[in-house]
């Protein structure tokens, strides 16, 4: 059993729609960062949010973390297909240090 | 170095085969991980070094899985006997002291067991 869901597992759209990527869990996290992968190369880090009910913005990317810190979320508005990649979310337990990963979204952008 | 660097980048082993696998954390991390990806999945949590104190290896799938890290820096995975389930790409990544503020991977390492 994944301490992370991730839904959905596979999302392919067209150029200019919006999309939402989700994240939930049972437990409590202190942490929980969004990671972007690329074929043949390790994930990037896109943000990290720590504080429950907190709302960050990168350019089209906006990430939510869950009140109660146990879920969060992606939104990406009017997607590119610079985007298609597989979106990774991952966090760190209360008193943890270890980064536990979801089992990731693979997103595809079709133009 | 600017970046955490990994080496082989590919790697095709016999099963039986030992094989080891380097990882070079950014200078002045003083946390380092090991995970492992399979194909289009997340990342398995392998083992965590943190500065002089004993690692967590809780993460390792068997006996056949050791990892050290030299001198606080540079670290070597290695696994004995590989077997086919092996066939994974392994990734390391450092941080600052230990971090929920973001991790550094590398590119990784793809092991294929054949």
């Known amino acids: 059993t994944q301490l992370l869901e991730q839904s959905p597992q596979f999302l392919s759209i067209q150029e200019g729609e919006n999309l939402t990527v989700y994240c939930n869990s049972s437990s409590v996290f202190s942490s929980l960062q969004w990671y972007r992968q690329e074929p043949g190369e390790g994930p990037v880090l896109l943000v990290t949010?720590?504080?429950?009910?907190e709302v960050k913005k990168l350019k089209r990317l906006t990430f939510q973390f869950g009140d109660a810190r146990k879920d969060s979320s992606l939104h990406i508005t009017a997607a590119q297909p610079g985007d298609t990649g597989l979106y990774l979310c991952a966090g760190v337990l209360d008193s943890s240090y270890k980064l536990i990963f979801g089992s990731g979204t693979r997103l595809l952008v079709r133009p | 170095g600017a970046g955490v660097s990994q080496s082989p980048s590919n790697k095709v082993t016999e099963k039986g085969k030992d094989v080891e696998l380097r990882c070079d954390p950014i200078?002045?991390?003083?946390?380092l991980y090991w995970y492992r990806q399979s194909l289009g999945q997340g990342l398995e949590f392998l083992i965590y070094f943190q500065g002089n104190s004993a690692p967590d290896k809780s993460g390792l799938p068997s006996d056949r899985f050791s990892a050290e890290r030299t001198g606080g820096s540079v670290s070597t995975l290695t696994i004995q006997r590989t077997q086919q389930e092996d066939s994974a790409v392994y990734l390391c990544?450092?941080?600052?002291?230990?971090?929920?503020?973001?991790?550094?991977f590398g590119s990784g390492t793809r092991l294929t067991v054949v």
């Open positions: 949010v720590v504080t429950g009910g």
């Open positions: 200078s002045g991390h003083t946390a």
């Open positions: 990544a450092s941080s600052l002291v230990r971090s929920g503020y973001g991790y550094t």
